[in-house]
């Protein structure tokens, strides 16, 4: 072979596999910098979507998700659980979704 040939061929093989690491799933988590509202009186957190549904007291204050582990607060609802479940997302529908093309299905991060 010559040597375009195998330049070819390893360009080739190189745009294959960024292709396909392109369209894996991978395991997403939300970030610790998410926002989420802290319950006090509950000790519970909120996910700021969750709100409306949710019927909270006068003692709330406005956090992180790192915040709400470190205080060991649970989340308030099945809500919020599953607005801060993890997912499988591929890289392309990530930012499918970031470009707002496919429906986000975890607004809260």
Not at 5 to 18: K, Y
Request: hydrophobic share 40%.
């Amino acid at each position: 072979m010559t040597k375009t040939r195998w330049i070819v061929l390893l360009v080739t093989v190189l745009l294959i596999g960024l292709i396909a690491v392109f369209f894996l799933p991978r395991d997403n988590e939300p970030a610790p910098t998410s926002r989420v509202v802290l319950e006090h009186t509950y000790r519970t957190y909120l996910a700021p979507s969750c709100f409306e549904l949710e019927d909270p007291t006068n003692f709330l204050e406005e956090a992180t998700l790192a915040d709400a582990v470190e205080l060991g607060y649970p989340p308030n609802s099945d809500c919020t659980r599953e607005a801060f479940e993890g997912n499988r997302d591929s890289p392309f529908q990530s930012l499918m979704k970031e470009l707002g093309i496919m429906d986000d299905d975890k607004p809260d991060w």
